[in-house]
Nanobody
């Protein structure tokens, strides 16, 4: 079982920045795929950014504004969010899995609220 713990959420004005952090309870060398999802009220959970197969992918709405990265030495994954917009408001979840075909592990989520 892998535990993921997010931090770094909060309230920020539009145009501001936040950095989300996700700490894993295991050596993340064992986790090939790691990413960030978000869920806004009344909406389905959506993929925001993912590190997979040696590369990264982003949902179109955050391209050029968000950056995902990992620090394997610290067992951490980050999401740098710049130029935040009110529509980025959501609960952000860290997710990780060993590789394709394995189940995803999930964090408890961290709230990001962007005021206009």
């Amino acid at each position: 079982q892998v535990e993921l713990v997010e931090s770094g959420g909060g309230l920020v004005q539009a145009g501001g920045s936040l950095r989300l952090s996700c700490g894993a309870s295991t050596n993340i060398f064992r986790l090939n795929d790691m990413g960030w999802y978000r869920q806004a009220p009344g909406k389905q959970r959506e993929l925001v950014a993912i590190l997979i197969s040696g590369g990264s992918n982003y949902t179109d709405s955050v391209k050029g504004r968000f950056t995902i990265s990992r620090d394997s030495a610290k067992n951490m994954v980050y999401l740098q969010m710049n130029s935040l917009k009110p529509e980025d408001t959501a609960v952000y979840y860290c997710a990780a899995r060993r590789s394709s075909g394995y189940a995803w592990y999930w964090g408890q989520g961290t709230q990001v609220t962007v005021s206009s």
